[in-house]
């Protein structure tokens, strides 16, 4: 199962690259064969390819499409690093996709929201649960002016279970 999802990602690289892209779907490739590196202990390896993915990721228009895909890129970057117990690196990291997320414009108040969730989830896991905290309140304050009451209510559902996720079951309620 392993090999066929590295395989999938590696001629994901290859689609990519034929259309002359290097952006959000290529690094997110790389990413899946750097877990897949790291998962058959080939963590040199694997740290390689992430830098690879890093260098994809940091070349994305921070506006680029209805999602945030920079800052999606950055914090599944974020993840893998800090699972290689490269905390000083996986926060550079997420710092840059904060800022990414903050360029992002402001009619895409869901895919900021999102963005959001997902980056104060890493820096949960980096144990900086107060960050975390604060980029949950960002989202709150985003989700707030969010004119449309289903999507207001989906996105701070999405933020309630981050800020339970984070530890915050108080402030989740």
Known sequence: MLFISTL???R???DVSRFGRHTYSESKALVNCARAAAALGRTDEARSIVNEALSIA?????TQFIICEKSEALTA???IV???G???EALSIINDAIASVRKFPKDRYWAR???FVAIAKVLSELGKTEEALNILNEAVDIAGTIYDQNDKSEALVA???AAAEVGKTKEAI
Request: aromatic share 4%.
């Open 113 to 115: 929201v999102v963005a």
């Open 77 to 79: 970057i974020a993840k």
């Open 82 to 84: 800090s699972e290689f």
């Open 12 to 14: 994901t690289i290859d």
């Open 86 to 88: 490269m905390t000083e």
């Open 8 to 10: 999938s990602a590696v």
């Open 159 to 161: 933020i309630a279970e």
């Open 58 to 62: 940091i070349t994305i228009p921070d």
